[in-house]
């Protein structure tokens, strides 16, 4: 479902006293929408990485710009995550300012003011030598044709969101408990679709023998022990 798409529902769904919603206004509370939703389950769609070259003797670097929270740090060389620390730890142990270092391994890392801090500090400038896996922020839909980027069943979500914030502010609260209930059905129907893992059933005429996805020709080749 495009914006342009998503404005015309949450019109369509609004009783004729609500009449003063403008294009602008509703293209903002949809982006709060997904901006909502993308805090409520760790979505794989939002799961990303970009890589970190060292700079001999600076120990810290820039976040990426749709940095929305981190999960790790590994450095490419020894194939090995780096220790995470909390700011307030990390700068009593080794101070924020960068000091020389005969190592090109760091060890630990801390994520402060927009930037990652690496201890020890690194002695050499290293090409990509760190990967940094993190959450990134979701994309806002700034023009008409965009849709939200996950699967199309889930773009009813900021529809129902929408009205229940305008219902809200209209005081209208049967209303608004409806459309809440309805984005709350749907925003739990999209966490178990994206986070829970397809079980497989067992064969009913065998024991132990569950069905897989294989070749609808082959169906010999269709179960695993």
Request: hydrophobic share 35%.
């Amino acid at each position: 479902m495009q914006l342009s798409e998503i404005r015309e529902q949450i019109r369509m769904g609004l009783p004729p006293e609500v009449s003063d919603v403008t294009d602008a206004m509703l293209n903002t509370l949809v982006n709060q929408a997904l901006k909502e939703c993308s805090v409520a389950a760790k979505w794989p769609f939002l799961h990303t990485s970009t890589t970190i070259t060292t700079q001999a003797n600076r120990k810290n670097y820039s976040l990426p710009e749709d940095f929305l929270y981190g999960l790790k740090l590994v450095d490419n060389d020894r194939d090995d995550e780096l220790e995470y620390v909390a700011p307030a730890q990390f700068f009593e142990w080794h101070g924020s300012q960068a000091r020389d270092s005969a190592t090109t391994t760091a060890s630990q890392f801390t994520i402060y003011d927009g930037e990652i801090y690496l201890y020890p500090t690194p002695s050499a400038n290293d090409t990509d030598r760190y990967t940094f896996y993190y959450y990134r922020q979701i994309t806002a839909l700034t023009q008409d044709s965009d849709e939200p980027e996950f699967l199309d069943t889930f773009h009813w979500l900021p529809v129902e969101w929408v009205k229940w914030k305008l219902y809200e502010r209209e005081s209208m609260s049967q209303e608004s408990d409806r459309a809440f209930g309805q984005y709350a059905q749907l925003l739990e129907r999209m966490r178990q679709w994206y986070t829970t893992p397809v079980k497989q059933e067992p064969w009913i005429a065998g024991d132990g023998v569950r069905r897989r996805l294989g070749d609808p020709n082959l169906p010999m080749l269709n179960y695993v022990q």
